[in-house]
């Protein structure tokens, strides 16, 4: 018996990199009405047969998230009653991760509701690209595919980097995030250190000290997002301080919501390394250190390994 054909589809929050995944996978586009009635309901007609086909959606749930992640449920909710043989959600960005458990009284674990939602519409698997919070693939009764931009950052990284391994330094902008910059520094061969954050409020941080040797290395600050940048920015100027020669950063996902641009336009970072997950365009023209990598090849080949029913996990090795 022959495998499904393989169809991709898009929501209309990051159409240009699932285009691109088309391309690079050498299929077409699928052909599906994507829209917004005048009162601002999502609407959704698939203009093809896709009965017993392999369905793949990429639809990052980024802003406006609320819109995104309806829209990517009116789809779910299409294509399941057009009979496909299965439908898998590739949301390249996870929007609601970080909102993955009750850090304080009367408060949602949206992440959850996001996970009972997808199901429910009719998603038969999941993958994303480093999820903020990694256990929320225990959320999920269908198999999730946690997929790492680390090839496609780490690659350019090396093409970047001239100093000597032992003048570099990952660094970790809070606890949180010493797994994944051990993971890199491994790939690079150099040491770490971290940013131990003291907050006075949600966003407002009242002091940062560095624990490890920054001094008379280059910094390159290492996280999962970059949202308004206010850590990025603060942590960088403390790396200066603690004699650091130089400081860039690196990020999966470029939120880049509010102060963002201003913050990182202003601030020494010399270079912000980010890939387009999420749609960077206009925010490009206005930060000339934005740099965007496209993690369409990786997307796709992880598309053609779940189709093939090949190992994922062996991208990483």
Sequence with gaps: ??????????????????????????????????????????????????????????????????????????????????????????????????????????????????????QAAGANRIFSLDLHAPQIQGFYNIPVDHLFAAPVLVKRMQEIITAPAEEIVLVSPDAGGVERTRAYAKRLNCSIAIADKRRDGPGKIAEVNIIGDVKDKE?????????????????????????????????????????????????????????????????VKICKKLEVLSVSELLGDAIARIHRADSVSSLFV
């Design 1 to 118: 018996m022959s495998e499904p054909e393989l169809k991709i589809f898009t929501g209309n929050s990051n159409p240009g990199l699932a285009q691109k995944v088309a391309k690079y996978l050498k299929v077409p586009m699928g052909d599906a009405t994507v829209k917004k009635f005048s009162d601002g309901e999502s609407f959704v007609r698939i203009n093809e047969n896709v009965r017993g086909r392999d369905v793949f959606i990429i639809q990052s749930t980024c802003s406006p998230a609320n819109e995104t992640l309806m829209e990517l449920l009116v789809m779910l909710d299409a294509f399941k009653r057009a009979s496909p043989d299965r439908i898998t959600v590739v949301m390249p960005y996870y929007g609601y991760a970080r909102q993955d458990r009750k850090d304080s009284p009367r408060t949602p674990i949206t992440a959850r509701l996001v996970a009972d939602l997808l």
């Design 219 to 283: 910094a390159i600050l290492l996280d999962d997002l970059v949202d308004t940048a206010g850590t990025l920015t603060k942590v960088a100027g403390v790396l200066l301080d603690n004699g650091a020669k130089k400081v860039w950063a690196c990020a999966t996902h470029a939120v880049l919501s509010g102060p963002a641009i201003q913050r990182i336009n202003d601030s020494p970072i010399e270079r912000l390394l980010v890939t387009d997950t999420i749609p960077t365009d206009e925010k």
